[in-house]
C-alpha cells in the first residue's frame, strides 16, 4: 500500500473510500453503517461520515429498521436507485433496441425498431429518436439522465468510432461522438457482444463466474471475453473476433475476407441461404416444433458448428461458463444436444471439467442491459474522479 498524506491527498483517499462505501451499498443494500465497517474494513466513524455524504448527494437513504440481537435496531441504508436514469441502445443488423435504465440497472422504460436498410444515414436517425423518445420516458431524479451507452455488432475502438461493422456495411462511424453532441451527454459505445458479455456479467447468467465466454450467436457471432470479471479487450479493443476463425479450410468466402469462417456455419447466416420457412432461429425453431424433421436437421448442424468453435474456446480459455446469448437462445432446445456432444468429444478433458454452458438469462436483452451498465458504470467512474469532490 502507498502511504498517503497531505491534504491533498487525504481528498483523494476519502473520495476512494467514498467509492467503496457507495459499491458495498450498491451490491448489499439494505445494509447498516456496522455491516459496511465489517464488509470494508473501514472504521465506523469514517463509514458514518462517508455515508452522511452519500444521503446528501441523494445517492443512499435510510430506511426502517433491521434485524438486531437486542438493544437498539440498526438503521438500514438504501441505495437509491432512482437517483438517475441510463439509456442502453443495441444496434442489431436488423433492429434497435432501447433500454431505459435505473441507476441499479434495473429497466423502466423499452423501444424495440425493427430496421430495414442498414445504412448510418438510414440508421442513425431512427437511433436518435429512439433514444429521444426514452429520455422523454424517464421519470424525474436528482442526476436526470447520466449517459448513454451503445452496442454495435461491429469492431469499435476506444473513442467510440465503429471502425467496421460489416454486417451493417458501417465502416469509421463516430458513433460515440454524433450521441454525445447530439443528447449533450456522455456516451460510451462498444461491440454488442462485449456489451452482451458484460449484461450477463453483472444482471444475468455470469453473476456467478470470475472467468467466462459469452457468444452472441445471432446473423453473425461476436464474443465477450470475461477474466477475472473484467472484459479483456485486447491491444487495440477489438479481441473477440471469434466469428471469424476459420473452421473449413476450403470453405465458403466470408464478407471479412478470409475462407470458412464460423458464423458461416453456426450463425443465423447459415439458415438465411435455406428460405422460407428456415430462414431464421424462430421460424426455423417454430418448424422444428411442429415436427419438421428438416428445420430440426438444420438447427442440429448449427448446434454441430457451434460446438466445435465452442470446443476451441474451451481448450483455448479453460473458462469456468460458456454463455450462449443473443437469438439462438430461441433455438436452446434444438441446438443444446449437439454442441454438449461437440464439446465432451473435441476438448481436453481436464479443460472442461466443471464447465457449465448456459443460454443467457437475459435473453436477447443482454446487450442492451450491458450498453445501459456502462452508461451507469462511467457515471459512478465520474463521481470518484479527480474533477469531483
Ligand atoms: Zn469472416
Redesign the pocket.
Known amino acids: 500500500m502507498h502511504r498517503l498524506s497531505g491534504t491533498g491527498d487525504s481528498a483523494l483517499i476519502r473520495r476512494i473510500n467514498t467509492a467503496i462505501v457507495l459499491e458495498c451499498i450498491r451490491n448489499e443494500s439494505p445494509l447498516s453503517r456496522a455491516r459496511i465497517s465489517e464488509r470494508t474494513g473501514l472504521n465506523k466513524a469514517t463509514v458514518s461520515s462517508l455515508v452522511a455524504s452519500l444521503i446528501d448527494a441523494g445517492l443512499v437513504s435510510e430506511i426502517g429498521t433491521g434485524e438486531s440481537s437486542g438493544g437498539r435496531k440498526p438503521v438500514l441504508l438504501l441505495f437509491n436507485a432512482g437517483a438517475g436514469h441510463a439509456i442502453g441502445i443495441d444496434v442489431g443488423v436488423n433492429y434497435i433496441r432501447g433500454l431505459l435504465a435505473d441507476l441499479a440497472g434495473n429497466p423502466v422504460a423499452r423501444r424495440e425498431i425493427r430496421i430495414a436498410r442498414r445504412g448510418p444515414d438510414e440508421v442513425l436517425p431512427l437511433l436518435y429518436d429512439a433514444i429521444g423518445e426514452l429520455i422523454a420516458e424517464a421519470p424525474p431524479s436528482r442526476y436526470g439522465i447520466v449517459g448513454i451507452g451503445v452496442g454495435v455488432s461491429g469492431i469499435v475502438d476506444g473513442s467510440g468510432t465503429v471502425l467496421f461493422a460489416p454486417n451493417l456495411e458501417w465502416r469509421n462511424v463516430p458513433l460515440g461522438k454524433l450521441i454525445a453532441e447530439r443528447f449533450q451527454l456522455p456516451c460510451v459505445v462498444d461491440n454488442e457482444a462485449n456489451a452482451g458479455a458484460a449484461g450477463e456479467l453483472a444482471y444475468g447468467a455470469g453473476r456467478g463466474f470470475q472467468d467466462q465466454i459469452y457468444v452472441s450467436v445471432g446473423i453473425g457471432i461476436g464474443t465477450g471475453i470475461i477474466i477475472n470479471r473484467e472484459l479483456y479487450r485486447g491491444k487495440s479493443g477489438s479481441s473477440g473476433e471469434l ?2 476463425m476459420s473452421v473449413e479450410a476450403d470453405g465458403r468466402r ?5 475462407l470458412g ?1 464460423w ?2 456455419y453456426a450463425s443465423e447466416k447459415s439458415l438465411l441461404e435455406h428460405g422460407e420457412p428456415y430462414a431464421s432461429f424462430e421460424a426455423a425453431t417454430a418448424a422444428a416444433e411442429g415436427g419438421d424433421e428438416q428445420a430440426a436437421r438444420l438447427l442440429g448442424a448449427i448446434g454441430r458448428y457451434l460446438g466445435i468453435g465452442i470446443a476451441n474456446i474451451v481448450n483455448i480459455f479453460n473458462p469456468e461458463a460458456v454463455i450462449l446469448g443473443n437469438r439462438v437462445c430461441i433455438a436452446e432446445r434444438f441446438v443444446r444436444g449437439a454442441i454438449e456432444r461437440e464439446i465432451a468429444t473435441r476438448t481436453q478433458s481436464y479443460n472442461r471439467a466443471g464447465l457449465r454452458l448456459l443460454f443467457a438469462e437475459l435473453g436477447e436483452h443482454s446487450a442492451v442491459r450491458g450498453a445501459a451498465g456502462y452508461a451507469i458504470s462511467r457515471f459512478f467512474d465520474s463521481l470518484n474522479g479527480p474533477s469531483a469532490g
Not at 466470408?254 to 478470409?258: D, E, H, R, V
Open positions: 466469428g471469424h466470408c464478407s471479412c475476407g478470409n469462417c458464423e458461416l
